[in-house]
């Protein structure tokens, strides 16, 4: 009996040493994959600094095109706020009249204006009004009820067009023959847009005063 309880355990040994053998198996394999991993990881991490260096490049590139951009911007900023001051001073001796009735100013919108406007104004001129040119914009209208179109005359002096001005802002709109006259300078669209802005705040600055 001893005989056979001696050979048990014999087994069970051989049966435990044969397990931690196959374990320990198991671990040099496992040592063997992380060390062929651990010596790939140089190459890993040499391409992700490259990887890093490249993206860096592209970023110092995308920079100096966006600062290439913003220098563009601001140049034509520039030009475009120097378009406008020039456009604007082309037609500084303009005038615009918004209301006289259709074909009132006749063949002739320079007499027409001549005679018109200092009785319109009441203004007494040094020297009577000349005209670079006037004429009505757009195409005539056929259509009695339509809204008339408005006059534009370029002056030939510009401290007339300063009176006038000056006499419509602090006396107009006109009426005369149950018509509303209104006479304003003839800024470009993107000057005349601030000026409407301007004028919109203009009660909000004087409540602010007050």
């Known amino acids: 009996m001893a005989g056979t309880g001696e050979a048990t355990t014999m087994v069970r040994v051989l049966q435990e040493i044969t397990a931690v053998s196959r374990r320990l198996e198991g671990m040099d394999l496992a040592i063997t994959s992380l ?6 990881m140089p190459l890993d991490i040499a ?3 490259s990887w890093v260096t490249g993206l860096e490049h ?6 100096g095109h966006m600062h290439m951009v913003l220098d563009k911007d601001q140049e034509l900023g520039f030009l475009h706020s120097k378009l406008i001051d020039l456009e604007d001073r082309s037609r500084r001796d303009n005038i615009r009249l918004f209301g006289f009735p259709e074909q009132a100013e006749g063949a002739d919108t320079s007499s027409f204006l001549r005679t018109v406007l200092p009785q319109l104004t009441e203004t007494v001129f040094d020297l009577p009004l000349e ?3 006037a004429h009505c914009l757009g195409p005539r209208r ?10 534009i005359a370029c002056l030939l002096r510009h401290e007339q067009v300063r009176q006038l001005l000056t006499v419509a802002r602090a006396q107009g709109p006109f009426k005369t023959n149950g018509y509303e006259i209104r006479i304003t300078a003839n800024f470009w669209r993107e000057t005349n847009e601030r000026w409407k802005g301007f004028l919109a705040l203009r009660p909000k600055m004087r409540q602010l005063e007050v």
């Open 35 to 40: 060390t062929s991993e651990t010596k790939s």
């Open 47 to 49: 391409g992700f600094q």
């Open 58 to 63: 592209r970023m110092v590139t995308v920079e």
């Open 131 to 133: 005209f670079q040119r």
């Open 142 to 151: 056929k259509d009695g009820s339509s809204k008339p179109r408005q006059i």
